[in-house]
């Protein structure tokens, strides 16, 4: 019975001890210059993140390791280190922040040791306006921002990059990339798939392999170059769209829809503002362009293939360029224009409650920019 118990309590042991031997992460160095670096493995996540308002800056590129540092107008700062398990696997974080600050030197004389022999009083100094008296707190305060800069493989995972009010920049890296935040702008190039999610700042992405999904509450939206479809939504702000080899739905509430060069189907809506689309039409592809206080404007390539299209606007005018067999009616329910161009498979749809409407020819295709 002794040998048993003895026994169970070494398995006890060992078992206890397992779970830290699996969770101690890979190893990771740091030089003087206080940035990390350490070897990436497969299956693990990278996660950023940021104690202060710093930007944070990931690029993608062509080794097998991962280097962090943090930088301010001092210099070189801290960058935190943490390894773990989450729900999605094993992770490693890195943080920006504050360096230790230095203890500031005081000098003079010792007061246990007071001077024997005592000099003579000096004349009285001539008075002058006072200053600002100097405090020990400038000796202690930290610099507002503190950014942080990661460099990792490009098929690296990243975690969701979750800020209040810092500047997130991500280029070079082909995985998904998802970033939350309140106010800051977000900058992304030559990425994965796309998701963000902001309260307020400018949103950016110019190359993506996927799905770009944005939704924002007031801010500037650019989005070009994406294999994907696009789906994006604001409250308040520009919304530009082009390059775009699937589908665009896309709905704005106090600023104008701007498309160009979209190869899929297009949904765009907006309320108080303008919504504009040039680009070539595709065969069966299906086309609606609304606003509810504002201009509806399509220009396609001179000779598109066949299409229907319904204009129509209750307050404005409309127009085309295109004689689509059909009368243009005007009553009670305001202008429409019903008619068929070539085969008529396309379908056209642009309608306004209170503005002009109009489908126009392009003396050449908007594909400028893209690639």
Aim: charged share 25%.
């Amino acid at each position: 019975m002794k040998t048993t118990r003895i026994t169970l309590l070494i398995l006890l042991v060992l078992t206890a001890r397992a779970p830290l031997a699996a969770q101690s992460g890979p190893a990771v160095e740091r030089d003087e210059q206080g940035r990390v670096r350490f070897k990436l493995e497969h299956g693990l996540k990278v996660a950023v993140d940021n104690t202060t308002t710093g930007r944070i800056v990931v690029e993608g590129w062509d080794r097998d390791y991962v280097e962090a540092v943090a930088t301010s107008e001092r210099g070189a700062e801290y960058v935190r280190v943490k390894s773990g398990v989450g729900r999605e696997g094993q992770y490693i974080a890195f943080t920006a922040t504050h360096a230790a600050p230095a203890l500031p030197t005081l000098s003079g004389p010792s007061a246990e040791q007071p001077n024997p022999t005592p000099s003579p009083a000096p004349p009285p100094a001539p008075r002058q306006v006072p200053t600002e008296a100097p405090s020990l707190l400038k000796f202690f305060r930290s610099p507002d921002e503190v950014h942080l800069n990661v460099k990792l493989p490009r098929h690296a995972e990243l975690d969701l990059i979750e800020v209040n009010r810092s500047e997130v920049e991500v280029s070079g890296v082909s995985t998904p990339i998802t970033v939350s935040g309140r106010r800051g702008a977000v900058k992304l190039r030559d990425v994965g798939a796309v998701e963000v999610r902001t309260e307020r700042g400018q949103v950016e992405v110019d190359g993506a392999s996927g799905l770009v999904d944005v939704i924002t509450a007031a801010g500037h939206v650019r989005i070009r170059n994406v294999r994907g479809d696009v789906r994006a939504v604001s409250l308040s702000g520009r919304v530009e769209v082009g390059c775009v080899r699937g589908r665009v739905n896309v709905s704005n509430t106090e600023g104008p829809i701007v498309l160009a060069g979209v190869d899929g189907d297009v949904d765009a809506t907006t309320v108080n503002s303008d919504v504009s689309f040039h680009g070539p039409v595709r065969e069966e592809g299906r086309y609606h362009l609304k606003s509810m206080s504002g201009a509806v404007e399509m220009g396609v390539r001179r000779n598109p293939p066949g299409f229907t299209a319904l204009l129509s606007s209750y307050r404005g005018a409309v127009e085309s360029d295109f004689k689509l067999g059909s009368k243009q009616s005007k009553g009670v329910g305001g202008t429409r224009l019903l008619g068929r161009h070539g085969d008529g498979r396309a379908q056209i749809t642009l309608d306004s409650f209170d503005g002009l409407v109009k489908l126009s020819r392009l003396t050449q295709d908007s594909a400028e920019g893209c690639r």
